[in-house]
């Protein structure tokens, strides 16, 4: 019986650790408190993540991959200013959500924030979650031509990839072609192709 009692202890104190952590997380030493709506993700990696319904996490290791994309593909954005937060929303059509889906880049303290959710604007919920963090110690031309320098990173990261895949693509070509004449292929090129390619990943 008192093993009985011990183990539905245990069992009400994990469901209850895990009720608090879906109501609350810490991403990168900043607690946000997660609207119902949105609880019932997953914490992993200074990541909090639902579906494709909702994450928020802390950029700094990665910003021009973060935002690069969203950048490319936005069907509009806005800059504006959250109680001290500098903040960049970027808006697009996701077909995997069926709907629009956005994406609020913003400081606090020293860090940059991601947080994206499905719809078109910043609501009530999204805004409570920004301003309820550390004011930003980044001044709003500062985070803007960060935001603005790592995009154009990411854009130029792309263009060169794009041209690797393209040789890469026309090699490979040429080495079907060869191989279907049953020539003697020529593998030098490719060879060099290859190690490029593998070396960008």
């Given at each position: ?88 929303h970027f808006c697009q059509y996701n077909k995997y ?105």
């Open positions: 019986m008192k093993k009985i009692v011990i183990i539905l202890s245990i069992a009400i104190l994990l469901i209850s650790c895990s009720y608090a952590a879906s109501a609350t997380v810490e991403i990168n030493d900043v607690s946000f408190k997660i609207p119902s709506k949105y609880q019932g993700g997953e914490l992993k990696n200074d990541k909090y993540k639902l579906d494709n319904n909702f994450s928020i996490e802390c950029i700094d290791d990665n910003i021009p991959n973060s935002i690069g994309l969203w950048a490319r593909e936005k069907d509009f954005s806005q800059d504006l200013n959250i109680e001290n937060h500098p903040v960049r959500v069926n709907g629009n889906h956005s994406h609020a880049y913003f400081a606090s303290g020293n860090s940059i924030y991601e947080i994206a959710w499905v719809g078109e604007e910043i609501t009530s919920d999204i805004e409570k979650l920004i301003k309820n963090t550390p004011s930003s110690k980044i001044d709003d031309d500062s985070f803007y031509n960060l935001l603005d320098e790592s995009v154009d990173i990411y854009k130029k990261g792309k263009i060169e990839q794009d041209k690797l895949d393209a040789e890469y693509n026309y090699m490979e070509a040429m080495h079907q072609s060869q191989l279907r004449q049953k020539a003697e292929p020529d593998n030098t090129d490719l060879n060099r192709i290859l190690l490029m390619y593998y070396n960008q990943k």
